[in-house]
């Protein structure tokens, strides 16, 4: 069984906008007075918030139930709302809405349905990794690295990879998607996985690397791009971050997400006037004026991504 950390360890879901900071706050967590180091560790564990939302485009590390690697395959016909083709049908779409507490029964109805069937146990172990049952997550998705299909060890690995970066154990994280890449250096979800994971442990220069490979693997890759661009960030290159967010953000399609992730670059320079303008587009002014000085306790960091790496627990 893994070791599940207690309530310090929190899920990615916090948007940059439900972000609060205390006025009294004025510098980073290494240098709080006793009475605000409740309010400082709240922020501590936000800014962990902030790592993993705005590093991830499309789920957490990119993941979405649209994408579960080697797909399970239903062993019934399709049509009758019992058979596991059905109900591994409602899961996906209950996953891709959210409703991860549903598509857990659906999916541990369907492989009831199925009997053996590895890559529907990788499966379910994803949507317990989202539902934060990370030892029953763990459970059903180490079996299938006793498989001999090169595949379903390979999609093992890389939800074990997504379990431990939700667990916050990046290095492990990082080891399993390597273990994935083994198998298939072109797996795009391992690469941006291990980027996502080298950049919370400091190391920029070869998360950039997985971002570039899973960019000539799949070019145009959204959420590639816009890790590859935090990445530079972090690391203090902001006229290359600008450059990759910047046409991302300002597209006529662009999501709210990549607007903010755009703000927070520019916050990371120290412009925080190009911050609060892009910030305006989707949030109101006091949410805007909260997150300019949230980005003054990331710039007061040496290494923000690695710092928040271990904080907050």
């Known amino acids: 069984m893994i070791?599940?950390?207690?309530?310090?360890?929190?899920?990615?879901?916090?948007?940059?906008?439900?972000?609060?900071?205390?006025?009294?706050?004025?510098?980073?967590?290494?240098?709080?007075?006793?009475?605000?180091?409740?309010?400082?560790?709240?922020?501590?564990?936000?800014?962990?918030?902030?790592?993993?939302?705005?590093f991830l485009l499309a789920g957490c590390l990119g993941m979405t139930a649209t994408e579960p690697g080697p797909r399970a395959v239903a062993t019934d016909q399709?049509?009758?709302?019992?058979?596991?083709?059905?109900?591994?049908?409602?899961?996906?779409?209950?996953?891709?809405?959210?409703?991860?507490?549903?598509?857990?029964?659906?999916?541990?109805?369907?492989?009831?349905?199925?009997?053996?069937?590895?890559?529907?146990?990788?499966?379910?172990?994803?949507a317990l990794t989202d539902a934060g049952d990370y030892d029953q997550a763990y459970e059903a998705i180490n079996a299938s690295l006793q498989e001999q299909d090169p595949q379903v060890r390979e999609a093992g690995y890389v939800a074990l990879g997504r379990l431990f970066f939700k667990l916050r154990r990046p290095s492990e994280s990082a080891s399993f998607f390597d273990k994935a890449l083994d198998v298939n250096p072109r797996n795009v979800r391992a690469l941006i996985g291990r980027g996502v994971a080298l950049?919370?442990?400091?190391?920029?220069?070869?998360?950039?690397?997985?971002?570039?490979?899973?960019?000539?693997?799949?070019?145009?890759?959204?959420?590639?791009?816009?890790?590859?661009?935090?990445?530079?960030a972090f690391a203090g290159n902001f006229a290359r971050a600008v450059e990759i967010m910047y046409p991302m953000a300002t597209a006529p399609n662009a999501t709210k997400r990549l607007r903010q992730n755009l703000?927070?670059?520019?916050?990371?320079?120290?412009?925080?006037?190009l911050a609060a303008s892009i910030s305006r587009r989707d949030l109101d002014e006091e949410t805007v004026q909260n997150n300019l000085r949230f980005y003054e306790v990331l710039r007061r960091m040496p290494n923000p991504a690695e710092a928040l790496a271990g904080m907050g627990g």
């Open 3 to 54: 070791t599940i950390p207690g309530n310090g360890w929190l899920q990615p879901s916090v948007m940059v906008e439900n972000f609060r900071l205390n006025s009294g706050l004025t510098s980073g967590a290494e240098s709080c007075p006793q009475h605000h180091c409740g309010a400082t560790r709240r922020y501590v564990r936000s800014l962990i918030c902030l790592v993993a939302t705005t």
């Open 78 to 126: 399709a049509g009758d709302p019992n058979s596991s083709a059905d109900l591994i049908a409602r899961a996906r779409a209950a996953r891709a809405n959210g409703e991860i507490e549903v598509a857990v029964r659906l999916l541990r109805a369907a492989l009831t349905a199925a009997g053996t069937n590895p890559p529907l146990r990788i499966e379910l172990g994803e």
């Open 199 to 232: 950049d919370l442990t400091g190391r920029f220069d070869q998360a950039q690397s997985s971002y570039m490979a899973a960019l000539e693997v799949a070019p145009g890759d959204a959420r590639a791009q816009n890790n590859l661009a935090l990445s530079h």
């Open 263 to 273: 703000a927070l670059i520019y916050g990371l320079m120290g412009n925080g006037e």
